[in-house]
């Protein structure tokens, strides 16, 4: 099927065409050769008159085919709702990025959580180093302590499902885990940048510290109403505002996982593709800051992940994917499409292989999910590249 819509840089003289015939031949190729159990994409142009939406695989493990209208484990694309909590409250002047965030978290959440070659970095870590991921703390989920194996990968191979706190986590961080490097210059783009949940768990402490509520009311009111996010939801706190079907299992390899408590510990939030394309929308048009140019702090001063070879690192982004405060931009090196590139998108991706893009080149959006554990790269590696070329196919002399 397409559709079309005017181009939204320039003055329309050709109209977009979205492949949906081919859009969904990569949902079932990835379903088929990539062994995963499901595949969900949504895509729509920014002013939202044209849009498509697919799923191949199955939701359940009982077979029922997955379908766009289930919701899904948005996993790590909420790193965008947790910087945008944090950036009302630079507005408002209740924080800064420049703030330590010793000065809004007790003692047992910030002593001595990074202390690197006898020297204590703790106090010098500040909300924009947690946001730009350039804190160098190490990650409690996915770092190995010495001798042993994360909590992640326990977790994968079927250890015992569990609740985690902040407290615990910090704990851990203080007492089982090693930084992986000083705390960097958040503004500079040479500064070394390393993904960390650690970072993202303690703007939440503050977010909840700040505004004396806890993450659900303020998502829901800074985001979800805003936004008309109506089937969105915090797993085992929160209802969507329009009954949702049961939510798609998520996999390690055949195996549904299994582990409620950690997953609503975590505050995991679960959408559809149509309500994650409504947030990015929201968040591009400003419609969910005060002042709508508060944006472009998220989008500033953009460092380009390494490449370690640590097992923690291979699960989460690398480069060439860069990072802002809160926000992702890819784009392949011109050396891998010399002769077509492929154009930049923003957004934020999850682990279990989440994705929420705003390609400015075609002025679309495209939200999705593979759902496997494991799958943490198939945004990049695979939705982002086909997805584009498609739609790119479909637009010759664009």
Request: proline share 8%.
């Amino acid at each position: 099927m397409e559709h079309s819509v005017p181009r939204e840089d320039q003055v329309a003289r050709k109209q977009l065409k979205i492949p949906g015939d081919r859009l969904q031949v990569i949902l079932d190729d990835l379903v088929e050769r990539k062994k995963l159990p499901h595949a969900t994409l949504g895509v729509e142009t920014v002013d939202g008159s044209v849009s498509w939406n697919g799923s191949a695989g199955i939701a359940y493990p009982d077979g029922t085919p997955m379908s766009p209208d289930i919701p899904y484990f948005i996993a790590s694309v909420d790193k965008l709702y947790t910087a945008t909590a944090i950036l009302k409250l630079v507005e408002k002047g209740s924080i800064s990025l420049d703030t330590p965030i010793s000065e809004h978290l007790p003692p047992e959440l910030t002593d001595r959580i990074h202390v690197r070659e006898g020297v204590d970095h703790s106090d010098q870590i500040t909300v924009g180093h947690l946001l730009s991921h350039t804190s160098g703390l190490a990650d409690y989920l996915e770092d190995r302590p010495r001798g042993g194996k994360s909590l992640i990968e326990l977790l994968l191979e079927g250890g015992e499902d569990r609740e985690l706190n902040v407290t615990t986590a910090m704990s851990v961080v203080r007492n089982d885990l090693a930084p992986h490097f000083p705390p960097q210059n958040p503004e500079s783009e040479r500064s070394k940048v390393r993904y960390c949940d650690t970072n993202y768990l303690l703007l939440i402490a503050i977010i909840e510290a700040l505004y004396q509520r806890g993450l659900r009311e303020v998502f829901s009111d800074f985001i979800f109403t805003p936004a008309g996010m109506q089937q969105t939801y915090f797993l085992g706190v929160s209802e969507p505002l329009v009954p949702a079907r049961e939510p798609a299992a998520l996999w390690s390899g055949a195996q549904a996982l299994d582990i409620p408590k950690v997953l609503v510990s975590l505050r995991s939030i679960y959408s559809t593709v149509g309500d994650q394309i409504a947030s990015l929308r929201a968040l591009l048009r400003g419609q969910l800051f005060d002042d709508p140019t508060t944006l472009g702090l998220m989008q500033r001063s953009w460092k380009r992940f390494g490449m370690p070879l640590d097992s923690a690192a291979l699960r989460a982004p690398s480069s060439p994917i860069e990072y802002g405060f809160g926000m992702m931009r890819f784009a392949l090196p011109r050396m891998y499409t010399p002769f077509r590139p492929i154009p930049p998108v923003l957004g934020h991706t999850g682990s279990t292989g989440s994705w929420l893009f705003h390609c400015p080149r075609y002025g679309l959006l495209f939200a999705g999910t593979v759902d496997e554990a494991s799958a943490g790269a198939i945004p990049f590696r695979t939705i982002v590249p086909r997805v584009l070329r498609a739609i790119e196919n479909a637009n010759r002399g664009w």
